[in-house]
Every structure is written in structure tokens, then in C-alpha cells.
């Protein structure tokens, strides 16, 4: 299935559950379950929400990457100019072992994951979700597509998150949208896809 029938499904069964439980806040639940049915995927480099997580960084290692190769240029140039070869070609090859490795999208997305989470740490002390969530999608980018993110465990994980979250906003029923909308994505795959999913 794509991102958007997953956020479909996932709205639906969060929009049921919070009128269910007569919860008395819907916006922020909604959001929280429609981000939540998009989760799992963060182990496939093409899914929306990676798209949408990475493309800030991805921004700024371009504007990196531009400065970096006109530094490198120069470097390298006056380098070989005064004749110390083989540092030029050390800083040449170093350089472009670097930008083969953050061409790839799964790897920007983890380092967002860390950067969300050392940002968690450090400047949100105490907020424990924003620290979680980076590190569920720093880990989650590492993983083959359809393996742990698609299983009970790495739901009863973000579920925890989503418990968290819901601490650290003081709004109900964000870990009851967060689990349901997660859940939606894996029965949603389970039930309309070729490929089934592992639960455990």
C-alpha cells in the first residue's frame, strides 16, 4: 500500500477509537495517528514519511556539499601545486567516500534520527519523547524493509513512545491514536498486500 491509503486507514481507525472512548481531543490524536500509520515504512527509503523526515538535512548537506567542493577544489589545487600529492589524493578520495555515503536517503534519514535525538537530549531534557523518536527512526532506517518496524515488538515500542508523548503533552489519548494508527499500517499490510508481514 502507499503513504496515503496508510494515512486513510490510519485516520479512519483513530477517528473510531478517539469517538469510542469518547475522548475529549481529537486534533492532535488524529495527527498523532496518521504520523503513526506512516511509522513502519521508515525502514524503506522511498516511503513519504522518510522523504518528509530527511528533507531538511538533505538541504543542508547540499549547501554543505557545495561549500565542501569548492574548498576541496581549492585545497586540492594548492596541494598539487606545491607538489605534496598524495595528500591531495587523500582529501580527493576521503571527500568522495563521504558523498557516495550520504547519497543515500536511509542514511540521511539516520542521521536526522540522531541529530532529533541529540537534540532530545540535550535541549529537551526530562521530554523523553522527542529523545525516542529520534532513536526510533535513527534504528528503524538501518533495517530491511518489511522486518522488525512491521512486527508486535517494534509496535509495543512505538506504542511506549506514544506513552511518552502523551506525558510529555499532557493530551489523552495520544498513546491510544499512536498504537492504533501503527497497528492500522501492519493489519493494513497484512490484509492488502502480496507480501504478508512477520508479527513476531
Known sequence: MDGKSHVIVGLFATGVTMYATKNDSMTVPLIVGAISSLAPDLDHHNSSLTKKVSMPLKVLFSLLFLAATLFIVVKTGKLI????????????TLFIICVSW????KTILMLTGILIAVIG???????WSIFAIGLFIAVSSRLKHRGPTHSLYFLAVWSGICYLLQKDLNVNGLWLAGTVGYFSHLLADQLFTKQSIKWL
Open 121 to 127: 537530549w540535550f535541549f529537551f531534557y526530562g521530554y
Open 102 to 105: 550520504l547519497r543515500h536517503l
Open 81 to 92: 601545486y606545491s607538489g605534496s600529492w598524495i595528500y591531495a589524493v587523500g582529501i580527493l
